[in-house]
């Protein structure tokens, strides 16, 4: 009987007609759906003679809806190869009206929601992994039709009670703020809020019981319960800052607690709770409730993958430092800097979270500080060169217009969402398998990251950042150094003024680096001129930890002017620009050798290579004299470890300049000067750090 009824009810379906809905409901319901809620309400599926009949039903259900997909494609003239796993390609069979083609769609979408109910009924038979597979089809259906909230509401009852119901939590909500919710979403949204309120009774009273993995969980659902309606603001403040220590709690030692998508689904929950209370007509907690949200989480955020991006890009056993301890070429470096940074699963987060503050910043301008730009600003540092990325990115980002074209997982998981709709009319959604690689994902997403850096600054009449096109650097207006006003007479006070200088550097350094810790670290770092070329990042990024004051000797600036005629060194062009726009800003941690910052070395000369280290190091033992001794010159690492082995130590290609050889580094080291490797000093600094033996300058 149920095989005619359905025979009879696809002759609705195809070819199309008024009746077509109504003929995949009495399919859906009368031939397959009936059979398994009478099933499913007595449990008699699980055990018994029944089990073996209502496997083999679900069976030929999937079976019938897998053969109607294609034929739905072919009736519908439709091509979605590469979106469903059964397609094939029917649009050059005939041209189809644009509304006849929609009623098609969204049969298909349909028709994979049964898919994913049918595999999710097949989980309490057949074990977990078909659990997998729902999820895949629901996730199918919503690259059909992104506007629709059933399937989110469906892959909510397929998460259950996942990470303490978090995960079901958020598809709810996603459903609800679907352009089409499904009706019983709400209930559903409730039910787990409920849930969560009982368990917080016990977190709250006895909060060192519990991981902060969970405790964090459970506050956070608490706190969406609590933004939902009228509540007391000093309790949501406090469910706010208590966020952030718990947070950063889990993610101690480097550890992961958390899957890239689930701190995914937490940043999209933050934003929709913040969306809802702006909505016109709702009434819930004051406006300056609805960003604090958001933007405390993307600060914890912050805070916590620059501790992790740092410690990962100074460590000594990554390929990074073992390829610029080679001298390979500044492009190259940059590829495996992004493989080093491609296992920051928390940059995903903070690039909706970035694109969010772009959609809604006037509503949230006087929420975001210097202080939160200037640690924005830290992390784009710690990114590659722009124009590095733009070589592997190619053509997935407008660099002219700061503007994405190809759409990223995370674009794909918040489509739909109101304030990025501007954004995801302009990107081209990719099907289900993306040409873009994992690398090319992360290149892209830098740059996003970046665009947000550039949108700060712009904004006016405040900007949040400073950007320096030539040095493709990131500076916080908060701390951007006093500049000193010149005196009329500089002769005269040239000698006050320097002494002056270095007493107010050394003072300030006092904080950073105390007596017992000069034998490790020295406040005053002199760079030659192969470690300006070679290890410029490393350079910026010693200048970023405001720790210790880089001195550019007058010979270095000398030699980048002549290396720079060679056509094909770009490092000394590199330099130059950087150190020209940090030079015209004023910066407090690099600065240019004075004119009286020398001190006469009386050694024999027989070289013009001699003779321009013997000018480094007459600026060395000046500050060396008036600093007690805390002085190291910066070299490459490559001419460290060679001279360490008696070798020779030739320079990478495209680079034309010398490296010091090993006489010219013990001369140095009988002056007193200390000698190390870039490199070597960068990666001393950041253990030290991680360890808390030195504090930030004041």
């Not at 907690?285 to 805070?303: R, Y």
């Not at 007479?489 to 300030?508: F, N, P, V, Y």
């Not at 030079?583 to 020398?598: A, C, H």
């Not at 280290?613 to 004299?625: D, G, I, K, M």
């Amino acid at each position: 009987m149920r095989d005619k009824l359905r025979t009879y009810a696809e002759r609705l379906i195809i070819p199309p007609s008024q009746f077509s809905r109504k003929g995949e409901d009495l399919i859906w319901k009368k031939a397959f759906y009936d059979v398994i809620t009478s099933c499913r309400a007595t449990k008699a599926h699980l055990s018994g003679p029944v089990k073996l009949p209502y496997r083999a039903h679900l069976m030929s259900a999937v079976g019938y809806y897998q053969h109607l997909l294609l034929k739905l494609q072919q009736q519908y003239h439709l091509n979605l190869c590469g979106v469903v796993d059964f397609a094939h390609d029917f649009s050059s069979l005939e041209t189809v009206p644009e509304s006849i083609m929609e009623e098609g769609i969204s049969a298909v979408h349909r028709c994979l929601l049964y898919l994913g109910d049918l595999a999710r009924y097949q989980a309490e038979t057949e074990g977990t992994n078909y659990k997998s597979i729902s999820a895949r089809f629901y996730h199918q259906a919503l690259l059909i039709c992104p506007n629709e909230g059933r399937p989110h509401n469906q892959l909510g009852t397929l998460a259950g009670s996942n990470y303490e119901g978090l995960e079901a939590a958020y598809h709810y909500m996603k459903c609800l703020a679907s352009k089409v919710p499904f009706p019983g979403a709400g209930d559903n949204l409730k039910g787990i809020f409920n849930k969560t309120v009982s368990v917080s009774k016990d977190v709250m009273c006895s909060p060192e019981s519990y991981p902060p993995t969970r405790r964090f969980l459970i506050c956070f659902l608490l706190l969406a319960d609590k933004l939902s309606g009228p509540v007391s603001m000093s309790e949501v403040y406090q469910l706010v800052r208590g966020l952030g220590g718990d947070f950063t709690d889990c993610y101690t030692d480097n550890r992961q607690p958390f899957p890239p998508a689930l701190v995914l689904k937490i940043a999209t929950m933050a934003i929709m709770l913040a969306e809802n209370a702006l909505a016109p007509g709702v009434d819930t907690v004051q406006p300056k409730l609805i960003p604090a949200l958001v933007i405390e989480l993307m600060t914890t955020i912050l805070t916590v993958t620059i501790q992790q991006l740092g410690e990962k890009l100074s460590s000594p056993d990554n390929q990074f430092q073992s390829l610029q301890i080679s001298g390979g070429a500044e492009e190259e470096r940059s590829v495996v800097m992004l493989h080093v940074i491609s296992s920051q699963s928390l940059l995903l987060p903070l690039k909706i979270l970035g694109d969010w503050i772009k959609a809604r910043h006037q509503l949230i301008a006087q929420d975001l500080t210097g202080t939160f730009w200037a640690q924005f600003g830290d992390l784009l540092n710690l990114f590659p060169h722009t124009r590095d990325l733009e070589r592997i990115v190619k053509e997935g980002f407008n660099q002219s217009q700061q503007q994405q074209k190809i759409a990223l997982p995370e674009d794909v998981a918040l489509r739909g969402l109101a304030p990025l709709s501007a954004l995801h009319k302009q990107l081209e959604f990719p099907p289900l398998s993306s040409d873009l690689s994992l690398l090319d994902e992360f290149a892209l997403r830098l740059l996003c990251l970046k665009s947000v850096g550039q949108f700060a600054a712009q904004l006016r009449p405040r900007p949040g950042l400073q950007y320096d096109l030539n040095s493709d650097l990131y500076s916080s207006l908060l701390a951007k150094p006093q500049v000193r006003s010149m005196v009329t007479d500089r002769e005269r006070t040239m000698k006050a003024m320097a002494h002056r200088r270095l007493q107010s550097e050394i003072k300030g350094l006092e904080y950073s680096v105390s007596a017992n810790q000069y034998d490790s670290l020295s406040p005053f770092l002199v760079p030659v001129t192969s470690t300006v070329c070679l290890h410029l990042r490393t350079v910026k990024l010693l200048v970023a930890t405001q720790r210790s004051v880089i001195i550019i000797p007058k010979q270095v600036i000398q030699d980048l002017d002549n290396l720079k005629k060679s056509r094909e060194n770009h490092y000394a062009r590199d330099a130059i620009k950087y150190f020209e726009s940090m030079f015209k800003n004023g910066n407090w941690w690099l600065r240019g050798q004075g004119d009286k910052e020398f001190l006469p070395v009386k050694e024999p000369a027989p070289s013009p290579e001699m003779v321009g280290f013997l000018s480094v190091l007459s600026c060395c033992l000046y500050l060396a004299n008036k600093s007690q001794g805390i002085v190291t010159l910066l070299v490459p690492d490559d001419a460290v470890s060679a001279a360490k082995n008696h070798k020779n130590c030739n320079p990478p290609n495209n680079y034309t300049g010398n490296l010091p050889s090993g006489e010219l580094m013990e001369l140095a080291k009988r002056y007193g000067i200390r000698v190390e490797g870039a490199l070597e000093f960068y990666s001393k600094w950041t253990m030290s750090n991680r360890h808390g033996k030195i504090g930030r300058g004041k």
